[in-house]
């Protein structure tokens, strides 16, 4: 008798369209399949431990990519998409959440992916932007966070944390880990100089709102308007009640 199992899959569009990643990477088709959720993913969820180190999300997704992707190159923006989409594959596109005392149902299914403007690259496949500072001229090149990005990121702050425990360094740390050349020259020490002694404070603030501006994602935002007829624009709370709603 065969153990194996026809186990239905779906084709999930990355808002990155896949223009980032290196020409031989299957992340460049611009789509993962991913596989419906399992009682064996359930298990994932309730794991204490995953929980308490904080990558139960990692975990979920990697068990449900079918395509044989590296997943610490996927972009962040990318990884929201197929946050949903285990959401959907897992418990049905109905998602159903508490604002202002009354409870919404949201169809997970009709959010759009904000895609990326491929015309912003410097090129073709590469991971790499071209932003002018307002206030000092300086051009600064940066690329897009992946996830690798965001663990060695958390990785840096913990060690911080260690030296000096009341240490808040996390947004220059992230600076430090998007920009990828300043003027021209990328020697990282030179690059991680800049951030801490010569990233003014609004073209800092004028680069994170660029960079918010181009960031391939999902746009969880939805307008509802409430039984006394106020309407309002809410974002989707993305919480542990999301990825299991019988929490």
């Not at 044989?68 to 998409?81: E, F």
């Not at 991971?127 to 690329?143: A, C, G, H, R, V």
């Not at 996830?147 to 600076?175: H, P, W, Y």
């Not at 004028?206 to 309002?232: C, K, Q, W």
Request: no cysteine; hydrophobic share 35%; proline share 4%.
């Amino acid at each position: 008798m065969s153990n194996e199992f026809n186990m239905p899959t779906e084709t999930v569009e990355l808002p990155s369209k896949g223009l980032l990643y290196p020409a031989d990477s299957p992340l460049a088709s611009g789509s993962i399949e991913m596989k419906y959720m399992t009682a064996k993913e359930e298990d994932i969820l309730t794991n204490q431990n995953y929980i308490q180190k904080g990558v139960v999300v990692d975990k979920l997704l990697e068990a449900l990519i079918v395509s044989k992707v590296n997943y610490s190159d996927i972009l962040i923006g990318d990884k929201d998409a197929l946050l949903i989409a285990s959401r959907i594959l897992g418990y049905g596109k109905e998602y159903t959440f508490s604002a202002y005392g009354e409870e919404i149902t949201v169809d997970l299914s009709e959010l759009e992916n904000k895609v990326l403007d491929g015309s912003l690259l410097k090129e073709a496949g590469k991971n790499e932007f071209e932003f002018k500072l307002p206030s000092t001229d300086n051009t600064i090149t940066f690329k897009l966070l992946t996830q690798k990005d965001e663990k060695d990121i958390q990785r840096e702050l913990e060690g911080l944390k260690k030296i000096s425990a009341t240490s808040s360094a996390e947004m220059s740390t992230r600076l430090k880990y998007m920009i990828l050349s300043v003027n021209g020259n990328s020697e990282r020490p030179y690059v991680r100089s800049f951030v801490d002694k010569g990233f003014l404070a609004r073209d800092a603030r004028a680069f994170r709102e660029y960079y918010a501006s181009i960031v391939p994602g999902m746009n969880t935002t939805i307008n509802h308007t409430f039984e006394d007829g106020l309407e309002e624009e809410l974002s989707i709370p993305i919480n542990a009640n999301f990825l299991w709603p019988d929490l």
